[in-house]
């Protein structure tokens, strides 16, 4: 990818749903096959950034330690009080990042290839899969040509095998968007997926950027075993 962008990691979350293993520690903290989750994040997505900006919240003292050690150039973000969700924390990035920037969740992973075009585009990972429970967790995506004209947070009904992944590419004009959406009626916040949307509305270009490979949000302690197939 040419002129690497900066990569902002979002490791605010308190990760309730992978509860004992986070009673005392992010969740981007937990590990697979003896190593947390943010490293192989890390590992993952060195080759194509420049930089990475992590927002930190819940268990930040621990994550904190454990990314200064590593060799990457880095900033820190501290996100104060209780999680506002996604689109929230990204503005907290608003001062740091320049015009390209690549968006991953800190408990996401993945193994492969993304085919990247020639040029920075405004996009979300996409990934196929057969696995109907991968896109109801996640959410879906429509496409028509090399478009993105809807996704669909967490969908009853599937409209493809297209699964909408936790990696997003930005152009620093996300964050006008971020204004311009409402927060939702079911969860009080602005969410990532409707900012998304939002864009797609007002004409914005947005291109599904394909991953070949095997790919996982870790949500529950079970996907833990799964996770040790895709690192």
Not at 77 to 106: Q, R, S, T
Request: charged share 25%.
């Amino acid at each position: 990818m040419p002129n690497k962008p900066q990569c902002v990691v979002i490791c605010g979350g308190m990760g309730r749903r992978l509860a004992p293993l986070t009673t005392h520690k992010a969740k981007s903290m937990v590990e697979v096959k003896g190593q947390p989750i943010i490293k192989y994040i890390v590992d993952y997505w060195r080759e194509f950034v420049g930089e990475f900006v992590f927002i930190l919240g819940y268990g930040k003292e621990e994550l904190l330690e454990y990314l200064k050690q590593l060799p990457i150039k880095a900033r820190f973000i501290e996100e104060a009080g209780p999680p506002k969700g996604i689109a929230n924390a990204l503005l907290l990035a608003k001062p740091y990042v320049n015009d390209n920037f690549i968006v991953v969740l800190g408990d996401c992973l993945c193994s492969g290839q993304f085919v990247f075009p020639q040029e920075f585009i405004q996009g979300v990972g996409v990934w196929e899969t057969g696995v109907a429970d991968d896109i109801k967790r996640s959410y879906s995506v429509e496409i028509n040509g090399q478009q993105i004209v809807r996704v669909i947070e967490k969908p009853q009904e599937l409209i493809n095998n297209y699964c909408g992944l936790g990696f997003y590419f930005f152009k620093k004009l996300f964050f006008d968007y971020v204004a311009k959406t409402s927060p939702s009626t079911k969860t009080n916040r602005v969410e990532l997926t409707d900012v998304i949307q939002v864009m797609i509305d007002h004409q914005e270009k947005v291109s599904p950027v394909v991953l070949e490979g095997k790919y996982l949000n870790v949500t529950y302690p079970e996907d833990l075993e799964r996770a040790k197939q895709v690192v």
